[in-house]
C-alpha cells in the first residue's frame, strides 16, 4: 500500500540515507542527521508532556533545529502550529490560548515577555541554544512514531478572515502529503534538485510547498535565513530551482547581476502567493531565459492551481486546477456556477482542502460548503482551456511581499486610538512589496501618533503611509468605498 501519512512517506525512506538534505551556513546535513534530530525532538515532545494530537506553538527563527521541530512534531503526531516571529506577545498569546496548546517554543528573548500563559521552552534565533535545545540533547536519536492516519491532524495554520479573530486552518496528513505528491510530479522534482529556499519556514509556502516536497523528491535544500539578494545571487550558480514570492523576482531583476549566465544551471523558478505581473515574467524572461512558473494557492487549501512544467506557462495566469483539484468559477452572491470568460469567486474541493477552522464552525459553515467546496474569496476568470486568471479578490485583504495583512484588524486598532472618529485601511501598488497598506484616517490625531499607536501589531502590519482626512468617501447606502479610496492613492509609491 502507498505510503499515507507524512512520517511514512517522507521520512521513513530516508531513514538511512547520507544523502544531503539541507545546507546551512556551509554546513551540510544529510538525510539520516535531520531525522535524528527530529527523533530527538519527538522525544522532547514527549519529554514535555505531549502526547499525540496535542498542539505546540512554535514562533522561532529560521534554522534546521527550527525544520526539525516541525519534523519531530509529524514523528510524534503533535499538531504544528508555526507563527511569523514578527508577532507580538499580544498576538502569539491570542493562537495560544485559541488552539489550547500544551507548549510554546519561542526565542530566548521574548520568553519573558510570553511568560504566564503555560509552559514555554525556547530556540535561539540561530537554533544553537535554548531549553528546548537541551531537553532535545538529553534524548535518544531514534523515537517512536506516533499512530497517525491520512485524516488526522498534522497542523494548524492561523489565518485571518475578513471579520473577527485569526482562525486555526485543520491541515490533515492526506491535505499535506497529497499537495506535495501533486507539486513533485507535476514540477519534475528529484533528488538531483538542489532549491534555494530563502522563504521563512512559518507559512504554507516555505514550510509545506518547499520541504515537502524536497522531501519527498529526496532532493536538498540551501536553507538562507531569509531572502538577502547578495546571498540569492552568490546561490544561485550552485542551485537548480527557488521558490518565491513576487518580491524575490522584482528585487533580483533590479540587479545587474542577474543575466543568462548566472542562472544557466537554474532548472525551474516558481512564484506564488502573491500576483506576478505579466511584466516582471516577461523581464524575467528577457533577462534569463527562464520563464517562470506561477501556481495559486492559500494556507486552506495548500496549492490548487498551477501553470505547467512543459507546455504554455502563461503571464498573468496561475495556470491549471492540479489533477485531483476541482475548481469551479461561481457568482458570489448567489453560488451559481459561470461560464469560461465571466468573473466570479474561485471554489475549490479536493484532497488538498482543509478540514474547517479549529473550534469554529460557524467560520468554517461559511467558508466551507457541505459538499466539500470551500470558497476562497479570489475572483477570476477561467479560460476554455483551464486556465485561471485571478483578476482581484472578493476578501478584503492586503497582500504585502506574499504576507497577509486584514484591513479590519488594523482598522480596529486604529480606531481605539484617542481621538480616531474612523479609519478605512486599503492596499496600494508598491514597487517593492506589490502592495503596501495605507490607512486614511478621520479624526483629531496626528499621523505619527496613529504610526506609534501601532505598536501592538507585527510591523508589516502596520501602514505604509498613514493620512488624516476629514471624511471618508461614501456611496448612497453609507458603506466606505474603499475602491474609490484605492483609485485615489493608487499612485501614492509610484517610483
Ligand atoms: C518585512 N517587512 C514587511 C514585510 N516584510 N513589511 C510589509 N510586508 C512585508 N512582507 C518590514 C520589516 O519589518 C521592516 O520594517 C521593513 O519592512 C523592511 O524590511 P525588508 O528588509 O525590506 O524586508 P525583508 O526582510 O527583505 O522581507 C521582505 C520579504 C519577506 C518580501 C522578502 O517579507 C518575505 O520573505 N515574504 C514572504 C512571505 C511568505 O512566505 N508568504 C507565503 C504565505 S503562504 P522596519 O520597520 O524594521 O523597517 C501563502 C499561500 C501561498 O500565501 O499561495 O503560498
Ligand atoms: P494565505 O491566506 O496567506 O494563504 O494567502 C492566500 C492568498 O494569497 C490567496 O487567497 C490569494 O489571494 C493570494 N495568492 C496566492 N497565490 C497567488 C497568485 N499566484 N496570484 C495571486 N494571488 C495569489
Redesign the pocket.
Known sequence: MAPNTLYDALFAPHMDSAAPFLEWQGRRIGYAKFLRLAARAANAYAAAGLGTGDRVVVQVGKSPIALALYAGAVQAGVVYLPLNTAYTPDEVAYFREDSGARLLICDPVSEQALAGGGPVLTLAADGDSGSFLDLMAKQEDVAPVAERGPDTLAALLY?SGTTGRSKGAMLTHRNLLSNAQALRELWRFTDRDRLIHALPIF??HGLFVATNVTLLARGSMILLPRFDLDAVIATLPRATTMMGVPTFYTRLLDDDRLDRALTADMRLFI??????LAETHDRFTARTGHRIL???????TSMSTSNPYEGDRRAGT?GQPLPATELKIRDPETGADLPPGEIGVIEVRGPNVFQGYWNMPDKTAEELRPDGFFI???LAVQAEDGYVT?VG?AKD?V?SGGL?VYPKEVEEAIDALPGVVESAVIGVPHPDMGEAAVAVVVGDIAPDTVRSGLSGLAPFKQPRHVEVVSELPRNTMGKVQKAALRKSHARLFAS
Open positions: 489565518t507559512h504554507t512564484s506564488g502567493s502573491a500576483p506576478l506561477e501556481r495559486y494557492g492559500m494556507t486552506e496561475v476562497t474569496g479570489d485571478i479578490r485583504l497582500i497577509n
